[in-house]
């Protein structure tokens, strides 16, 4: 089939103003959120309903397109970059509620929605959709389900995949996939586990179903400002220790403290080496002793504490922390924003080793996180505008996640793969581990036209890279040439 | 003990032999006999391959070798005041992680604490290939690769040898509860459901002949005032949670059939001569089901000489198509026996 034949295709199974492919047009999805990286999309596709999703996907099988699927475009790994010749199908006009069920505490939602819309619309019930990424405002279902994303309250309450009881997927191929539902325990093996986090390369989410949960009565906040970040990753353990699962458990290092002061006056000591947030919730005679629990294990290692108690002094301490990343925005021209999750017990040392890599690529690090689990986000501080800068400041974003690797962690926390790690994949995959996960793809789109080259690097790349990771001086498949 | 090597080199050996594997930890879960109707067929025991390989309990993970007992797992996690959320059921005292990895079960906190499939951060395997494949890791939020480690719960060892893995674990809380009262099954089923709306530290819920019990856990100033809200008071049989974990209550030996149901959220489920657990997301009936709504899941136990034999419900087909190729990615030599005979 002709190109053309393909678009006039498309422009027939779609609304008016479903199909764009106008040059400038689809300037605004060349990109998601790592503005880094980007690629004009041959044409985009604004579905309203599922038939039409499959309509989509039916012409571009024919036609052999390939199809990269895209929410909110607020991913941070290149996830919902376009192809130049791929259609880009986009599904921000899907954004129904199909059923908000009180009764079983789960709401039926079309991929478009937006997480917090959903907690919006089911606030009056008193529940809520505990992942919340700070994206939540504006970032999809969909895209969530995708990424398996995370958020500030994930060390109570999970991720994505803790939270998604049914998917209803399109596939390449043609099949609808009706997989979970409201929590029906079934046996055997559950296509739900391999969808959640696949970041769009083995079908379409076209409808999510998710549990809800019973907003807490009661919230607590303590504020801890620590002489050094070594103390401040040290009561991250013992308040774990004490058996306390906070809610939110937050650490700001000190450039993170006081580029957010200067942004928000939150209130922050400007001085301290590093603060932590620990957000309690529950009910209230739980939260009070917990809240003093915490207060001692904090002030017994040398912190100053702040607690609020009612929500406007809580907000005031969110405050900073929510607006550190606009906050960088102020103390650098750009910033690379990484993503990588270590065993909390390392939190020190590895801090440590991050500070010696950035003195040693002569850029500065902030480091704003979610301590509890373990899951860092350096901020790499650069000019783009400065020859060399971006390469270093990426080369730096390497040798950053090399180091959580080697502290037993991984290279993504919860933003993804995408076009952005590939190479840190090589690292933390062998050959045989990376052959499997690209036939577990080919069971689900053995044409491979779903958001092709994402996540997963080809071998011949992590090769090329030299960095293969083989175990036991073993290759699966010796009898492939490398190259 | 490691026995890693000579699991792998089992899997290769019966791959070019084209012998199949069928995979047995202690072999106590119910549909051990079915593997027996099947010739050919060899057994993979991960019995020795058994310990614990890391546990630092500010970490929240255990990680160890699948033979390992459940019991030894949970006794260590007890020893530092912690516990295993998915609270495994052991059939006679016994079983492996790596049995309880396979086979997906979850025990009577689940809607509270979450399934086995909530806790696995990750797993090390032998696919059909003969090759040793690590996914996941020892960290909460993890999405590098495709969730390996979640897709293999549950499928009955039907996509590998699971050789060790690591599983998220929780604070015990620092008092627990039994409170009972006497009422009929739909009104247990209205209370319950209420509560599932509503910030309660409820743990355990488990209705049969004609006493609700709730389990409370917390700090002793959550379960007091929780006692008043749910206006039940009664002290009830703590060991009943064990007891219904473990398919050892006296509910279990009434029938020579037992049918498992797993009722969507939010289902009434109101028979009286039911177990009903889970919030009233799983019940138990003695005999075949009668009439049941489409959207619910029937797994019948048939009792079969020293074991069980089970039927469950045909996979949907579009789903079984897929189900069947993700099994050819992990196995394309068709090597392992999995859950294909039970």
Redesign the interface.
């Known amino acids: 089939m002709s190109d053309t034949g393909v678009l006039d295709r498309l422009r027939a199974a779609l609304p008016a103003q479903g199909l764009i492919t106008d040059r400038q047009a689809v300037r605004p999805f060349e990109t998601d959120g790592l503005t880094a990286i980007r690629e004009r999309p041959w044409a985009v596709a604004l579905p309203e309903t599922v038939d039409q999703v499959r309509a989509v996907l039916r012409i571009c099988r024919e036609g052999e397109v390939p199809v990269v699927t895209r929410g909110a475009g607020t991913g941070l790994s290149g996830g919902a970059r376009p192809l130049k010749d791929g259609v880009l199908l986009t599904l921000t006009k899907m954004r129904g509620i199909k059923e908000i069920d009180v009764d079983a505490c789960t709401a039926t939602v079309e991929p478009g929605i937006t997480n917090l819309a959903i907690s919006q619309a089911v606030a009056e019930h008193g529940l809520f959709y505990a992942p919340d990424p700070s994206s939540q405002i504006a970032c999809s279902i969909g895209g969530n389900v995708a990424e398996n994303s995370g958020g500030v309250h994930c060390l109570k309450y999970g991720l994505t995949v803790h939270n998604v009881l049914g998917l209803r997927v399109e596939t390449y191929e043609g099949d609808e996939l009706v997989l979970g539902g409201k929590g029906v325990d079934v046996l055997g093996v559950d296509l739900l586990y391999a969808i959640i986090g696949s970041e769009g390369m083995l079908g379409v989410v076209t409808e999510v179903t998710v549990k809800l949960l019973p907003l807490p009565v009661c919230k607590h906040v303590l504020l801890g400002a620590f002489d050094t970040v070594e103390t401040a990753g040290d009561a991250v353990g013992a308040i774990i220790a004490e058996g306390i699962v906070p809610a939110g458990l937050e650490m700001m290092d000190n450039p993170a403290i006081r580029a957010a002061e200067d942004f928000a006056n939150a209130g922050y000591p400007r001085d301290a080496a590093a603060i932590l947030l620990c957000e309690l919730d529950g009910t209230e005679a739980q939260v009070a002793t917990d809240a003093l629990r915490v207060r001692e294990v904090l002030e017994s290692r040398g912190a100053e504490v702040t607690s609020a108690a009612d929500a406007a002094t809580q907000e005031q301490l969110w405050k900073g922390r929510k607006s550190a990343f606009p906050a960088m925005g102020r103390i650098a021209p750009d910033y690379y924003c990484m993503d990588g999750t270590i065993p909390r017990g390392e939190l020190g040392r590895v801090l440590g080793d991050i500070g010696r890599l950035a003195d040693e690529y002569g850029l500065r690090v902030a480091n704003v996180f979610h301590a509890g689990d373990g899951n860092l986000h350096p901020l790499i501080l650069f000019d783009a505008n400065q020859p060399g800068e971006l390469e270093r400041a990426e080369a730096l974003g390497g040798r950053i996640l090399s180091r959580c690797v080697q502290a037993g962690g991984t290279v993504t926390g919860e933003h993804g793969v995408g076009v952005e790690k590939l190479d840190a994949m090589c690292e933390q995959f062998d050959a045989a581990e990376l052959a499997q996960f690209h036939r577990l793809k080919a069971a689900f789109d053995p044409a491979g036209r779903m958001n092709p080259g994402k996540a997963i690097p080809t071998l011949a790349r992590c090769s090329e890279l030299g960095g293969m990771h083989v175990h036991a001086g073993k290759l699966p498949h010796p009898e492939l040439e490398r190259f | 003990m490691d026995s890693a090597e000579e699991l792998v080199a089992m899997v290769a050996d019966c791959r070019v032999a084209e012998r199949r594997i069928a995979i047995m930890g202690h072999g106590s879960k119910p549909r051990r006999v079915a593997w027996g109707h099947e010739t050919g067929v060899e057994e993979l025991s991960t019995r020795a391959h058994s310990g614990i390989l890391e546990y ?6 255990i990680t160890a070798q699948s033979g390992t007992p459940l019991a030894e797992l949970a006794d260590a996690v007890a020893a530092q ?1 912690q516990l295993l959320p998915f609270d495994p059921p052991r059939f006679g005292g016994e079983g492996t992680l790596g049995g309880a990895i396979a ?2 079960l ?1 025990g009577p906190a ?2 509270w604490r ?2 086995i ?2 806790a696995v951060l990750g797993v090390e395997l032998i ?1 059909g ?1 003969g ?5 996941g ?12 480690s ?2 293999v ?4 060892g ?2 590998g040898v699971v050789l060790s893995a690591s599983v998220r674990v ?5 008092a627990e509860e039994t409170v009972c009262t006497r009422c009929s099954a739909s009104e247990a089923d209205v209370r319950v ?1 209420c509560w ?6 409820i743990t355990g819920t488990c209705y049969v002949d004609g006493t609700l019990s709730i389990r409370l856990s ?2 002793p ?2 379960i007091e ?2 006692k008043v809200d749910i206006a039940v008071d009664e002290s009830g049989d703590a060991g009943i949670w064990e007891a219904v974990r473990d398919r050892a209550h006296p509910f279990f030996g009434r029938n020579d059939v037992i049918t498992r149901l ?6 009434r489920f109101d028979d009286d001569d039911a177990l009903i657990e889970w919030g009233g ?2 019940a138990w009936i003695a005999g075949e089901p009668r009439s049941l709504a489409a ?3 029937a ?1 019948t136990f048939r009792r079969d000489g020293d074991g069980w034999t089970t039927s ?1 419900p045909p ?2 087909g ?2 079984a ?3 069947e ?6 196995d ?1 030599d068709g090597v392992f026996v999995g ?1 294909g005979s039970g």
């Not at chain 2, 090759?131 to 996914?135: K, M, Q």
């Not at chain 2, 890791?137 to 390996?148: I, L, P, Q, T």
Request: no cysteine.
């Open positions: 630092r309990p500010e970490e929240l993970v005041g086979s997906g979850s689940r809607p979450g399934s499939h909530d696919n290939l090759e040793r494949l690590r996914f890791g020892s960290v909460m939020k993890n999405v590098a690769g495709y969730d390996v979640r897709l719960v549950g499928s009955l039907s996509l929780l604070p015990a809380p620092a459901r599932a709306r509503r910030p309660l530290p917390g700090g100033a959550a005032p929780a797993s009722l969507p959220r939010g289902a997301t799983q959207n619910v899941y797994e469950r996979v949907d579009t789903v198509k897929y189900v190729r993700v099994r050819h990615a992990f394309p859950a």
